[in-house]
C-alpha cells in the first residue's frame, strides 16, 4: 500500500475541486441550510459508490461503447442539471423562508452522482493510475472504493457548510439571492467544464 497517501492526495483533489456535486452540496447549504441538505448529500455520497463500482468493473466503458449512447448520456444529464440548477436558483432564501422550500432529496442525489461526467472521469482516472494492493483486482478495487468514500464524505460535508456559512454571513434576502443564483450558474458551468474533458 505504498501509493495509498498519493491516492488519497489524488481523490482529496479530484473530488474536492468543483463540480456538479460540489456546487450543488454549497448551493443546497446556501439556499436551504446545511441541516436541510444532509439528505441530499447522503443520495450524492451513495450514488459515488455506485459510481466507484461501475467503473471499476468496466461497466461505464461498455455502455459508451454502445453506439449513440454517449450523445444520449449527455443530454439527459445536461437537462438533470440544468433542472437543479433552476430550481437553486429559484429558491427562496433563507431569511424569507427559502429553509422551509422544497429541498433537493436523497434520491436526487444519488442521481445527480449517476448523471455526474466529473465523477466518473475521476474514478476513472483514480482506478486506472493507482494500484493500492498488487494481484488482487477485488481487493485493490474494495480498498479503493472504501478510501475514496471516506474522502467524498469529508468534502462533501465541507461543501454543504460551506455553502450554509455563506447565507448565513449575508442576512440580507437580495445577497441570499444573488448566492443562489450564483451557485446556479456556477454549476451549470461546471458540467460545462466537465464534458469537454
Known amino acids: 500500500m505504498e501509493g495509498l ?22 448551493a443546497t447549504g446556501a439556499a436551504f441550510g446545511a441541516r436541510r ?4 448529500m447522503a443520495g450524492i455520497n451513495l450514488g459515488m459508490i ?16 454502445l453506439p449513440g449512447a454517449t450523445p444520449v448520456v449527455i443530454g439527459l444529464s445536461s437537462a ?4 437543479l440548477a433552476f430550481r437553486i436558483a429559484a429558491a427562496a432564501p433563507l431569511t424569507e423562508g427559502g429553509g422551509e422550500g422544497r429541498r433537493p432529496s436523497f ?11 466529473k465523477g466518473y472521469a475521476a474514478m ?18 474494495a480498498v479503493k472504493i472504501a478510501v475514496l468514500t471516506a474522502v467524498i464524505a469529508a468534502v462533501n460535508i465541507a461543501w454543504l457548510a460551506t455553502g450554509a456559512a455563506l447565507t448565513r454571513m449575508f442576512k440580507d434576502p437580495r ?4 448566492i443562489n443564483i450564483v451557485f446556479a450558474v456556477l454549476l451549470i458551468a461546471s458540467v460545462g467544464v466537465a464534458l469537454l474533458f
Do not use: H, K, Q
Open 175 to 178: 445577497s441570499n439571492r444573488i
Open 80 to 83: 438533470y442539471f440544468a433542472w
Open 5 to 26: 497517501l498519493g491516492f488519497i492526495a489524488a481523490g482529496l483533489a479530484l473530488a474536492g475541486s468543483p463540480g456538479p456535486a460540489t456546487l450543488s452540496l454549497a
Open 50 to 65: 455506485a459510481v466507484m463500482a461501475v467503473t471499476a468493473s468496466g461497466l461505464v466503458g461498455l455502455v459508451l461503447a
Open 124 to 141: 476513472a482516472a483514480l482506478f486506472s493510475s493507482f494500484v493500492l494492493i498488487e494481484d488482487r483486482l477485488e481487493l485493490d478495487a
Open 37 to 40: 441538505g444532509i439528505g441530499y
Open 107 to 117: 434520491g436526487a442525489g444519488i442521481l445527480l452522482s449517476l448523471v455526474n461526467p
